[in-house]
């Protein structure tokens, strides 16, 4: 079995920042490509930003230069750092644990940005 915990999120004023981790434990063999997601109220999950294994990343358009993904892959871990921060990022923030065919989510934690 595998779980994925996020943690990280909370409350800040417009402008400030946030460090979200995400750990992953359990049966899982390699993950290959870790992502984040965010879904606003009333909005579709989207992604947020993903790395793969090698360390290619991808960003949404929204988020270049202010949120930065990283990894580690000896343990597991995922990280986003989130600077800058809009009231617009406020959402429920996902991390995403791909292992070939698999994906495994998270419960998700909350980022509120008060303007």
């Known amino acids: 079995q595998v779980q994925v915990v996020e943690s990280g999120g909370g409350l800040v004023q417009a402008g400030g920042s946030l460090r979200l981790s995400c750990a992953v434990s359990?049966?899982?063999?390699?993950?290959?490509?870790m992502g984040w997601y965010r879904q606003a109220p009333g909005k579709q999950r989207e992604l947020v930003a993903a790395?793969?294994?090698?360390?290619?990343?991808n960003y949404a358009d929204s988020v270049k230069g202010r949120f930065t993904i990283s990894r580690n892959n000896a343990n597991n871990t995922g990280y986003l750092q989130m600077n800058s921060l809009k009231p617009e990022d406020t959402a429920v923030y996902y991390c995403?644990?791909?292992?070939?065919?698999?994906?495994?989510w998270g419960q998700g934690t909350q980022v509120t940005v008060s303007s």
């Open positions: 790395m793969s294994r090698s360390g290619n990343t």
């Open positions: 359990g049966s899982i063999f390699r993950i290959n490509h």
């Open positions: 995403n644990a791909n292992s070939y065919a698999m994906n495994y």
